[in-house]
């Protein structure tokens, strides 16, 4: 089984904790799963335990965003308590964030650019506006857009304009006065100390947010936004916490019993839930194991019409994440439908052995003992047809032809012409390749010189030639190994060595010898 668990079709579904289909003891369960044989290494931090599990990497801000909700604490000792992270692991190096022969696209930060021009600040801030007033009317900018508000401030000064107003106007929005909405700002000791006089009462309870305290006080609801907005400015802390320090919130309330029941029960619930329907998987891998692969039901529907008694169970657990096709394929329990077996036929043949690369056949090849040097008295069996030897020291290897030239010298049997090939341009496969150019003594280029195109088909002669030392140098050449008549012209026949790179297809022959199938 792979570590797929989880109905990673689309992590941004489970993303929101509101969804039915988050349940975080899930997610945390899978990861005890994955370590708990203890074969995997556990990391030092809870963003490295999800960088290790990618397929889980759709539910890490959401876990971190909400786990005191969720545990009561932080992801990362919730992660300890479980032992699932290790803080006492070793740091790792720096992993290259881009795949071998590739460069990340070159993305320069504002800093790198150089200040912003006022042309491009100008423009900018007209962009700005357009996205947030689509409308075209400019209402509660301080209020609702207070960082753009300060940077309209200080632009209209720069642009020569005489206020923030004609600037905004001269851009083409309108922006209505803003009499009459609420207080842009307030007396907060006052609002505060009307609020404390209120609980005096000890035993009046608190409430446990800001936003819970103005609900109870709706008559001061309207200096909810202005004490919000400037509680650092005028208290050097958040809102919260200052009203927390006067005792007028009380964080550390507890829920109501009937919410902690509620809660417990919906966990137990889903508890059950899971073990019954891991108790289905378990049914169906079962019942389906005989089964041959492609007789196996291939999709979800199909799944369903063959154990129907499942339906419900499925889609249930398809909505919380537990079930996904990928993870009834790797229990057995969906075969392939056509297009996937396709695709694992042609992976299957992309990767058999006749389609490796030269290197891959080497590592091959060494694994099985080859012997580094192969000729004719050594090993003979591992030559193919048309190779004398070869010898992965200098990866070359001995190749040998035979070559009938009309005889108008005439050459005698045992004679040793010189041989070379001269390779055409731009040859097709249905043309010539190059020509031989055979010549007797010392001339290369004489009157005693000849020369023979050589046909596409020819591999031997066209091959690349091998440049460099190899122990074949002393037997390179060409001889004159008979003489015939053919329709009253006479022929000689050349037996012609050479020495060429050490090919894909010369080692695949010597691993087949050594009992590796390659059909």
């Known amino acids: 089984m792979s570590d797929q668990p989880l109905n990673m079709e689309d992590p941004r579904e489970h993303a929101s904790v509101g969804s039915s289909a988050f349940d975080p003891e899930v997610v945390l369960a899978e990861f005890q799963r994955r370590y708990e044989d203890g074969s995997r290494p556990k990391p030092r931090t809870a963003k490295l335990l999800f960088e290790d599990n990618p397929d889980l990497g759709g539910y890490y801000a959401v876990l971190n965003a909400k786990a005191r909700d969720f545990f009561g604490r932080t992801l990362g000792k919730e992660l300890v308590a479980r032992g699932l992270i290790d803080k006492g692991a070793a740091k790792r190096d720096p992993q290259p964030t881009e795949p071998a022969g590739q460069r990340a696209p070159l993305i320069m930060s504002r800093a790198s650019r150089g200040p912003l021009s006022l042309e491009e600040r100008r423009e900018r801030a007209v962009a700005d506006?357009?996205?947030?007033?689509?409308?075209?009317?400019?209402?509660?900018?301080?209020?609702?857009?207070?960082?753009?508000?300060?940077?309209?401030?200080?632009?209209?000064?720069?642009?020569?304009?005489?206020?923030?107003?004609?600037?905004?106007?001269?851009?083409?929005?309108?922006?209505?006065?803003?009499?009459?909405?609420?207080?842009?700002?307030?007396?907060?000791?006052?609002?505060?100390?009307?609020?404390?006089?209120?609980?005096?009462?000890?035993?009046?309870?608190?409430?446990?947010?800001?936003?819970?305290?103005?609900?109870?006080?709706?008559?001061?609801?309207?200096?909810?936004?202005?004490?919000?907005?400037?509680?650092?400015?005028?208290?050097?802390?958040?809102?919260?916490?200052?009203?927390?320090?006067?005792?007028?919130?009380?964080?550390?309330?507890?829920?109501?019993?009937?919410?902690?029941?509620?809660?417990?029960?919906?966990?137990?619930?889903?508890?059950?839930?899971?073990?019954?329907?891991?108790?289905?998987?378990?049914?169906?891998?079962?019942?389906?194991?005989?089964?041959?692969?492609?007789?196996?039901?291939?999709?979800?529907?199909?799944?369903?019409?063959?154990?129907?008694?499942?339906?419900?169970l499925i889609s249930q657990g398809r909505r919380r994440g537990i079930v996904s096709k990928q993870i009834l394929f790797d229990r057995g329990i969906l075969g392939l439908s056509k297009s996937g077996a396709a695709a694992q036929r042609k992976s299957a043949r992309l990767s058999h052995i006749r389609n490796q690369e030269l290197p891959a056949l080497l590592e091959r090849y060494e694994s099985l003992d080859g012997p580094p040097f192969v000729d004719g008295e050594n090993h003979g069996e591992l030559l193919g047809d048309g190779v004398l030897g070869y010898d992965l020291a200098t990866m070359s290897e001995l190749r040998e032809t035979k070559i009938p030239v009309e005889n108008i010298w005439p050459l005698s049997v045992g004679e040793a012409p010189s041989v070379r090939f001269a390779q055409y341009e731009n040859a097709s496969r249905y043309s010539p390749q190059g020509r031989l150019i055979i010549s007797c003594g010392a001339d290369q280029m004489g009157e005693s010189g000849m020369s023979l195109d050589v046909v596409s088909f020819d591999e031997f002669v066209s091959a690349e030639r091998f440049e460099g030392e190899t122990p074949f140098a002393t037997v390179e050449g060409a001889q004159v190994e008979a003489e015939l008549m053919l329709a009253g012209i006479p022929f000689a026949v050349l037996r012609y060595r050479f020495v060429v790179p050490l090919s894909a297809r010369t080692l695949l022959y010597a691993l087949h010898a050594l009992g590796v199938p390659v059909v």
């Open 129 to 312: 506006l357009k996205n947030y007033y689509p409308d075209g009317r400019i209402a509660r900018l301080d209020a609702d857009h207070k960082k753009m508000g300060e940077r309209l401030r200080k632009l209209y000064r720069e642009l020569g304009y005489s206020s923030r107003r004609e600037m905004i106007e001269s851009f083409g929005f309108e922006m209505p006065s803003e009499k009459g909405g609420r207080p842009r700002s307030c007396d907060f000791e006052t609002v505060l100390a009307e609020l404390q006089r209120r609980y005096e009462d000890e035993g009046k309870p608190r409430p446990r947010t800001t936003k819970a305290l103005f609900e109870e006080n709706p008559d001061l609801a309207e200096h909810y936004e202005a004490l919000n907005s400037g509680a650092r400015k005028f208290f050097g802390r958040s809102l919260g916490k200052e009203l927390e320090a006067r005792g007028l919130v009380d964080r550390g309330s507890s829920r109501s019993s009937d919410a902690e029941a509620a809660r417990g029960a919906r966990v137990e619930r889903r508890e059950s839930e899971t073990a019954e329907l891991l108790a289905a998987l378990g049914d169906m891998e079962q019942r389906l194991a005989d089964v041959p692969v492609d007789e196996r039901p291939s999709t979800l529907t199909s799944l369903c019409e063959r154990f129907p008694e499942y339906e419900g």
